[in-house]
């Protein structure tokens, strides 16, 4: 791979804002799992930490009633979602910014429940990430993400090709690592599972919580960005490339804890 490790992680997430797409392992099962986990209900006020192009707040949102802010990282993904909300006529319930896990603008204990999809790995000091959630979320409230963990240690070969796939900042854990990430971050009541990636089931959750529409949408863009951008064939070609038994080694995880009263 020759491609430069610290500009990786930015062209990954280009292209799936290009794509309008924002990919979480686990899919609505896992979504599912922290609704219940967070105690989130119609009358909460979530912020979503790492929202990509916007489709698990506008999905909560209409399923569920409740307010909620996304923030991402990626100015093209607060532009995504952004136009979602509009399109979907959600903007009294849904509203986003562009912020860092690490550096959240936001009173202290604003938030009934922070949550994360996907995100926690690409961020470079985990725990003041963690933190941070922690601070604007109320006193009993709950900080729930959901992860790539691995089911046992990797070989170096594993975590250096996710390196190189998907940023040098990219490092996830076991599911002992992330617990104990947790547990060092002060949350109490600590809630941690891993679960294998069921391909089936995390096809038919996309398309569930994307739909028809937006999933053709977003092949269409697929493939003229593939027509456009030779770099990101190459990181295509790379990206199915990995090395033995990664899959076999992988999964999803969900975490979830308490901040204390």
């Known amino acids: 791979m020759t491609r430069d490790r610290g500009q990786t992680q930015d062209r990954y997430f280009e292209m799936l804002a290009s794509m309008d797409l924002t990919k979480h392992l686990g899919s609505l099962d ?18 979503d930490v790492g929202c990509g192009v916007g489709f ?8 569920y009633g409740c307010q909620i802010m996304g923030v991402d990282l990626h100015a093209s993904m607060v532009e995504r979602a ?6 979907e006529g959600l903007e009294d319930r849904v509203s986003f910014r562009q912020a860092d896990m690490q550096d959240l603008p936001f009173e ?22 963690l933190r941070e959630c922690m601070r604007v979320t109320r006193p009993g409230g709950y900080v729930g993400f959901t ?17 190189a796939t998907l940023g040098e900042n ?9 617990r104990a990430l947790l547990a060092s971050a002060g949350l109490e009541d600590v809630y941690a599972e891993v679960r294998e990636i069921a391909i089936r089931r995390e096809a ?14 977003t092949l269409g863009r697929f493939v003229a960005f593939s027509w456009r951008q030779p770099s990101f064939r190459g990181f295509m070609k790379d990206a199915i490339s990995e090395p033995k038994d990664l899959l076999a080694n992988w ?11």
């Open 108 to 129: 202290d204990g604003l938030f009934d429940a922070v949550i994360a999809e996907s995100v926690v790995a690409f961020v470079p000091d985990k725990l003041r990430g």
């Open 82 to 87: 952004r136009e979602r909300v509009r399109r």
């Open 251 to 261: 999964g999803y995880g969900i975490y979830v804890g308490r901040v204390a009263l």
């Open 170 to 178: 990219f490092e996830t854990y076991t599911v002992d690592g992330w």
């Open 204 to 217: 038919k959750g996309r398309m569930q919580r994307i739909g028809c529409r937006n999933m053709l949408r």
């Open 56 to 63: 698990t707040p506008v999905y909560l949102a209409r399923r």
């Open 147 to 163: 992860e790539a963990t691995w089911f046992r240690d990797p070989a170096p070969e594993q975590q250096t090709y996710l390196s």
């Open 30 to 47: 896992a979504t599912w799992t922290l609704v219940e986990l967070c105690h989130i209900e119609p009358d909460s006020t979530i912020l």
